[in-house]
């Protein structure tokens, strides 16, 4: 729903970076909501596994942005080495994973 919310404001790909990104995958790929990126972490073994018997980097321990706000000025990030969530500024830059459901 975030994804087709961005995609509806005008210049959106110049205005938001990281929904871009994603959005340069291919039909369905996303940036994932705050509790999206929860469930991600919770299954990182399987996935990482995954990722790296196919060609592809690992999910590290890094801060990943989520797609979910806080207000207009912060969003929620993720933080891959212990699990937690916090708001940050959208000023800042983090990493992004797009993701695709299937």
Do not use: Q
Not at 73 to 97: I, P, Q
Request: glycine share 8%.
């Amino acid at each position: 729903n975030n994804m087709a919310t961005i995609k509806g404001i005008s210049d959106w790909r110049g205005r938001y970076p990281a929904f871009s990104w994603c959005s340069n995958y291919g039909e369905g790929w996303y940036l994932p909501a705050i509790n999206e990126l929860k469930a991600i972490y919770n299954n990182r073994a399987a996935i990482n596994a995954t990722l790296e018997a196919n060609g592809y980097a690992s999910l590290g321990t890094d801060y990943y942005w989520s797609s979910t706000e806080d207000d207009s000025g912060y969003a929620y990030k993720l933080d891959f080495s212990v699990g937690h969530s916090y708001y940050y500024s959208k000023n800042n830059s983090l990493n992004v994973r797009a993701v695709l459901a299937f």
